[in-house]
C-alpha cells in the first residue's frame, strides 16, 4: 500500500529480506532473547458454569474490569541487548497491584457506547459499537462467556473455589481506563499529522531508519506514511501477524487436540502431539482452562480395560524441521523466553510450573524451560499411566484401518483439546509468549496444508495475509515469535491488518484487541505516558511493542482528543547503541501526539 508521504522505491533499496546494517557489530553485541519485551501483567479469567476460564479478549475502546486499586500498574526492569546478558529467569520485572483482585486490561460485562454518540447513526458510522458487537459475537460462538475477570488463580490454574465465589463481595462497576471513540469525530487530515510527526519521527534517538504507517482506523484512509512499505525489523509486534493469521486460517473456536491411540504391540500407548504447548500435566498446570494429561490417562485406562500400560511412545511426527530456528540467539533455548519447538510439550516446556506461577504474579515471565520438551511431557504421561521413565521412548503412531477399535493397533484411546485459539490469542498477546506464538504459527501452516515446521509456518502466513487482502510482499518471516532478527514487516501492512481487524468485515479478527497493553496502565506500557511530552497518550494508546538490540517497534491504536481511532506502526531497527530508552520515549512522544494533536 503506499501512503502519503511515501517515496518511491529505487534499484539501490534494501530488498525486503536483506538484512540491515547492525550498528553494533563492530561491538560483537547481539539481539537478545527478546528479553527488554515481556508484558509484566498476567491475565485473569473468571470461573465460568462450564469450569472453563473466560478470556480477556476486549475492544481498543472498553474499560478496563473494576479491582481494589485502580493505581497505574508498576513496570519493572527491562533488560537491553544481549551485551549486557540475559537476565536471570529470577529477576523479577514488575508486579500486579490488582493482586487477587482482577487484571485491569481485560472485558467488561459489556462495552460501553461510543463517546459523544447522542442518537442513531448510520451503521458505516458506528464502528466502536461494530467492534464490541463483533467480539461479542465471536466469543459467543465459540461458548466463551464474557464478563469481568475473577482472581488471580484464574490465571494461575486449579479450580476455583465455589464457596469463595459465593460469599465474595460484589465487585464494584468498571472504571472507564481507554476513552471511547466517537466514530463522528472529525479525521485528521494528512497535512496535519505530518505537521505534526514529522519533526519526531527525525529524534536523533531513533536512528536513521525509521519507518512509521499512520491510518483511520474506519475509513482505511492513509495519513502518514514514512517508509511504510519498507519492510523492517518487527521484533516482538510479529505477534499480531501471527494472531490474525491463525484466527482467519484456523477459527477463534478450534482446539488443538492431544490424542492417545494403541501401539503395535499390547500395551503400548501412543501420545501423538498437536501442537498444544498449553497441555498440563494436571489441575495444577500453568495456562488457564488447559487440557490435562491426567485426563488422558484416565481415558486411556478405560479404554484398554484388563490391559495393562507397558509402554509410552511419543509420536511427535507432526512438526518437521529444526527444533530452533536456525537465526535465534544460542541463548534462547536457556534464556527463559524459548525453548525447543516440539508438537508435545506440556506447561509451554516449564520445568517447575509453581515457581514459574509465583515468578509470574511477580511480573517475572521468564522461567528456566525443558531441554527436551517431548521426552518430560511423555515421561509425566507414563508416571500417569504407572509406568518408568525407561518406559518411554519416541516414535510414531500405526497406521489405524478403517474400524479400528480401541485396543487395535491405531485405535483412539482418548483425546483432549485445547482452550479455543481466541483464549490462546489472548494470552499470547498479553504475554508476549514466545512458544505459544511458535505454536500457533505452526497452526497456520497445518490449516494450509504446509508443513508445520518454521519454514511452512512462514509460508502459510504469508499466504493467509495474501487472501485477506494483505500487501503480502511486504511480509518476510523466519518465525511468528519475533525472535528472529531476519524477519521483515511493513509499516503499512500492520495498520492495514489492525484496520482489517477493527472494521467489523472479519469479525474472527477482533480478538486481537484483548491482550494490547494499554499506555500508562498494563504491560510494556504499564510505566510509559508518564511524562509531560507523552501524557496525553495513557489510557488511549493500546499497542503490542518490540524490542530487540537495536529494534524498538511499536504498533495499535490510539484514540485522538476528539475521539477518532486511528492505528499506527512506528519501527525503527538502527536504534543507537544503549539507546533502547531514549528510542522508547521517541516512539512514545510520536503516539502520544497522535492522540493530542487534532491534526487537521
Known amino acids: 500500500m503506499r501512503v502519503p508521504g511515501t517515496e518511491p522505491r529505487t534499484n539501490s533499496d534494501r530488498a525486503l529480506g536483506q538484512a540491515p546494517p547492525d550498528p553494533h557489530a563492530a561491538a560483537g553485541a547481539r539481539f537478545p532473547a527478546l528479553g527488554p519485551d515481556r508484558p509484566i501483567v498476567p491475565p485473569t479469567f473468571p470461573t465460568t458454569a462450564s469450569g472453563g476460564p473466560a478470556p480477556t479478549s476486549g475492544i481498543p475502546t472498553s474499560p478496563a474490569p473494576a479491582g481494589p486499586s485502580r493505581e497505574r500498574q508498576p513496570v519493572g526492569q527491562e533488560y537491553a541487548g544481549a551485551g549486557v546478558g540475559v537476565p536471570p529467569a529470577a529477576a523479577p520485572t514488575g508486579r500486579d497491584p490488582a493482586g487477587a483482585g482482577g487484571y485491569p486490561d481485560g472485558p467488561v460485562s459489556a462495552p460501553p457506547d461510543a463517546a459523544g454518540a447522542t442518537g442513531p447513526a448510520p451503521r458505516r458510522r458506528r464502528l466502536p459499537v461494530v467492534l464490541a458487537v463483533v467480539l461479542l459475537l465471536v466469543l459467543a460462538g465459540v461458548g466463551v462467556a464474557v464478563v469481568r475477570p475473577g482472581p488471580v488463580a484464574g490465571w494461575l490454574g486449579g479450580e476455583a473455589d465455589e464457596t469463595q465465589a459465593d460469599t465474595a463481595a460484589p465487585e464494584p462497576a468498571p472504571s472507564v481506563v481507554l476513552a471511547g471513540a466517537d466514530p463522528n469525530a472529525p479525521e485528521p487530515?494528512?497535512?496535519?499529522?505530518?505537521?505534526?510527526?514529522?519533526?519526531?519521527?527525525?529524534?536523533?534517538?531513533?536512528?536513521?531508519?525509521?519507518?512509521?504507517?499512520?491510518?483511520?482506523?474506519?475509513?482505511?484512509?492513509?495519513?502518514?506514511?514514512?517508509?511504510?512499505?519498507?519492510?523492517?525489523?518487527?521484533?516482538?509486534?510479529?505477534?499480531?501477524?501471527?494472531?490474525?493469521?491463525?484466527?482467519?486460517?484456523?477459527?477463534?473456536?478450534?482446539?488443538?487436540?492431544?490424542?492417545?491411540?494403541?501401539?503395535?504391540n499390547p500395551g503400548e500407548v501412543v501420545i501423538v502431539g498437536g501442537g498444544d504447548i498449553t497441555l498440563a500435566v494436571d489441575r495444577n498446570g500453568f495456562y488457564p482452562g488447559a487440557a490435562r494429561l491426567d485426563d488422558l490417562a484416565d481415558q486411556v485406562k478405560r479404554a484398554l480395560g484388563g490391559t495393562k500400560p507397558t509402554k509410552v511412545i511419543i509420536d511427535g511426527s507432526l512438526y518437521s524441521g529444526p527444533t530452533l530456528e536456525p537465526a535465534w540467539d544460542e541463548d534462547i533455548p536457556t534464556g527463559g523466553y524459548g525453548s525447543k519447538i516440539t508438537a508435545l510439550m506440556t506447561d509451554g516446556a516449564r520445568r517447575d510450573v509453581a515457581q514459574a506461577k509465583r515468578d509470574h504474579d511477580a511480573g517475572n515471565h521468564a522461567a528456566p524451560r525443558s531441554s527436551e520438551p517431548d521426552l518430560a511431557a511423555g515421561r509425566s504421561f507414563a508416571r500417569l499411566l504407572g509406568l518408568p521413565n525407561s518406559a518411554v521412548t519416541r516414535g510414531t503412531a500405526p497406521p489405524a484401518g478403517a474400524d479400528a477399535t480401541a485396543g487395535a493397533p491405531g485405535g483412539e484411546l482418548g483425546k483432549v483439546e485445547s482452550p479455543p485459539l481466541v483464549r490462546l490469542v489472548d494470552i499470547m498477546i498479553t504475554d508476549s509468549d514466545n512458544i505459544l506464538a511458535e505454536a500457533l504459527a505452526r497452526q497456520v501452516a497445518l490449516a494450509r496444508n504446509q508443513p508445520a515446521s518454521f519454514v511452512g509456518a512462514a509460508a502459510a502466513v504469508d499466504q493467509v495475509a495474501g487472501e485477506l487482502g494483505l500487501a503480502a510482499d511486504e511480509l518476510a518471516l523466519a518465525d511468528g515469535s519475533g525472535l528472529s532478527r531476519t524477519n521483515r514487516i511493513s509499516p503499512s501492512l500492520l495498520t492495514d491488518l489492525i484496520t482489517l481487524a477493527g472494521n467489523g468485515d472479519h469479525p474472527e479478527l477482533a480478538a486481537i484487541f484483548g491482550g494490547l497493553p494499554v499506555g500508562g496502565w498494563s504491560g510494556t506500557l504499564g510505566d510509559r505516558y508518564g511524562t509531560a511530552a507523552t501524557e496525553?497518550?495513557?489510557?488511549?494508546?493500546?499497542?503490542?511493542?518490540?524490542?530487540?538490540?537495536?529494534?524498538?517497534?511499536?504498533?495499535?491504536?490510539?484514540?485522538?482528543?476528539?475521539?477518532?481511532?486511528?492505528?499506527?506502526?512506528?519501527?525503527?531497527?538502527?536504534?543507537?547503541?544503549?539507546?533502547?530508552?531514549?528510542?522508547?520515549?521517541?516512539?512514545d512522544r510520536i503516539t502520544a501526539t497522535l492522540a493530542s494533536c487534532g491534526c487537521r
Open 189 to 264: 487530515t494528512p497535512d496535519g499529522v505530518r505537521a505534526a510527526l514529522d519533526p519526531l519521527v527525525r529524534a536523533a534517538a531513533l536512528g536513521d531508519r525509521v519507518n512509521v504507517s499512520v491510518a483511520d482506523v474506519l475509513t482505511g484512509q492513509p495519513l502518514f506514511g514514512q517508509g511504510a512499505d519498507d519492510g523492517t525489523v518487527p521484533a516482538s509486534v510479529t505477534k499480531l501477524v501471527t494472531a490474525v493469521t491463525v484466527l482467519a486460517a484456523r477459527g477463534p473456536g478450534y482446539r488443538i487436540p492431544t490424542r492417545a491411540v494403541a501401539g503395535a
Open 536 to 587: 496525553s497518550g495513557a489510557g488511549v494508546v493500546r499497542a503490542k511493542t518490540g524490542t530487540l538490540t537495536g529494534v524498538s517497534a511499536i504498533a495499535g491504536v490510539v484514540t485522538t482528543k476528539e475521539g477518532r481511532l486511528l492505528t499506527f506502526a512506528v519501527l525503527t531497527d538502527r536504534v543507537p547503541a544503549d539507546g533502547t530508552d531514549s528510542a522508547r520515549a521517541a516512539l
